[in-house]
């Protein structure tokens, strides 16, 4: 049990000394109502000079953060269970991580890894090729977000296979670019009016147990059989080991290992989409691990470095180096300040236990969740601190996107930020940082429970 101990306004675990340097409270705390006045006025500032595509899940502004909270403009105390989707695990401006960010910007900010590189960047690809599965020789390769990283490592299984053909799945998210968008399964809001998209883009179907009834083997047999018919022999197929936007689909037992092994078989890179469930977040530091699958190619971003853009491509050497000199980067690609947060996020992990962390917030989480089971909830499921709970018409399978947007939207008035997602919008999805504490947590799942 992680214990919080609040001295005056600094704030610290007692369990591994892990020391929160936000000297904000943690506790939720409403000083006026969601949005309060001075968020209503940014929100109007907002709306004539920001582009309206740009969305929010809630219309608060945030001036700090850290710990389980963030605390807006009016004063008010928000309990964070989105960690800025899925960013923040080792916490809001965790201390080695602002200590590091600190240290490399008087250093030097920027000199392109291109133009003359710099330790930093070699140190992230090193930490990456050690901690990522497999034991085999490793490359790795730094970007900014998590779909220029996906867009590169379709580039890389391409050049290394000569092939073009690319297979994603059902309710897949890889991100917004044009050949990610392409890869994303849900047309509103990521698609509609955005084509045309990248070619060569073909979808199986994914193992969604809560939907399909079927088991691991037998999903992967469906989802092999499409590819079969409809692709042949592609250059990669990714995949997300859980889906992020997609409903953190959780698929049955046995499929991603099947899925893996006929890559094997056939000469088929086989890219894990780790954006999301990467870096601690899922109780494993990479989802890929719970059924031992070693993916080809693994794709980490967001929870790589406490919050700073930073995005990565690692895998077997051979398949890396068959890109030709001078075919990856980019002007920003691996920056330096990103590069020394992410060091100091490895070490945050490590150091504090994260992964264990993580494990013990799905067993109060699923705990607390499975006794709001009523015949509204369908389904709860996830791993580690990414856990779900779809919402179905009462005593259907029926998606209840209304319901979900009413209990957000009721969370969000009481002061908990709460997201949703899924291919139906009936899904919602909690992400808390691993910094949060117990009470934090159940606190927040007492007002789940008051929305419900
Ligand atoms: C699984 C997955 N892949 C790719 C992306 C795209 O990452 P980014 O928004 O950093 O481009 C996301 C973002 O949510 C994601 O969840």
């Known amino acids: ?54 969305g929010m899940t809630m219309p608060v502004f945030a001036v700090r953060a850290g710990g389980g909270v963030v605390e807006d403009v009016d004063g008010n105390v928000l309990i964070d269970l ?139 047999r469906r989802a092999l059989d499409t590819i079969d018919k409809q692709v042949g022999k592609p250059a990669a197929v990714v995949i997300e080991p859980i889906q992020g936007e997609g409903g953190f689909i959780v698929p049955a037992p046995g499929f991603l290992p099947a899925i893996a092994q006929w890559c094997r078989d056939n000469d088929v890179v086989f890219v894990a989409d780790e954006v999301q469930t990467g870096f601690a977040r899922t109780g494993a530091l990479f989802a890929s691990e719970h ?61 504090e236990h994260l992964v264990e962390r993580a494990r013990e917030i799905e067993r109060l989480m699923k705990d607390r969740l499975s006794r709001l089971r009523d015949d509204r909830i369908g389904d709860i499921r996830g791993r580690g601190a990414m856990i779900a709970v779809e919402l179905v018409r009462p005593g259907t399978t029926e998606p209840d996107p209304e319901l979900a947007r009413a209990v957000a939207a009721a969370a969000h008035a009481r002061g908990v930020i709460v997201l949703t997602c899924g291919t139906y919008g009936n899904v919602l999805r909690f992400l808390p940082p691993l910094s949060i504490s117990d009470a934090l947590l159940d606190d927040a799942l007492d007002v789940l429970s008051e929305c419900l």
Request: hydrophobic share 40%.
């Open 1 to 54: 049990m992680r214990k919080q101990a609040v001295d005056g306004m600094a704030t610290s675990f007692e369990d591994g000394g892990m020391t929160l340097t936000t000297g904000l409270p943690q506790a939720r705390h409403l000083a006026t109502e969601i949005p309060g006045p001075r968020s209503r006025e940014l929100l109007s500032r907002k709306e004539s000079a920001v582009a309206r595509g740009v």
């Open 82 to 220: 989105g960690s800025g989707i899925a960013v923040t695990t080792v916490g809001v401006s965790a201390p080695r991580v602002v200590t590091a960010v600190r240290e490399q910007a008087e250093a030097f900010t920027h000199t392109c890894f291109m133009v003359t590189p710099y330790e930093g960047y070699v140190a992230v690809a090193e930490q990456l090729n050690r901690l990522t599965p497999g034991t085999h020789e490793k490359r790795s390769v730094l970007f900014n977000s998590g779909a220029e990283a996906v867009e590169n490592a379709v580039k890389i299984a391409r050049a290394y296979t000569g092939r073009q053909a690319v297979v994603a799945f059902d309710h897949a998210y890889h991100g917004r670019t044009n050949l990610t968008m392409a890869l994303t399964a849900k047309n509103m809001p990521y698609k509609q009016g955005f084509g045309p998209f990248a070619p060569e883009i073909h979808r199986a179907p994914l193992s969604y147990p809560f939907r399909d009834g079927l088991d691991g083997p037998a999903a992967a």
């Open 291 to 351: 059924e031992g699958i070693v993916p080809d190619l693994l794709v980490s971003a967001k929870g790589i470095a406490g919050g700073l853009p930073l995005s990565a491509v690692t895998g077997r050497a051979e398949i890396m180096d068959a890109a030709h000199a001078g075919g990856l980067g980019g002007t920003y690609g691996g920056n330096p300040i990103a590069c020394a947060a992410a060091l100091a996020t490895i070490e945050t992990i490590e150091a």
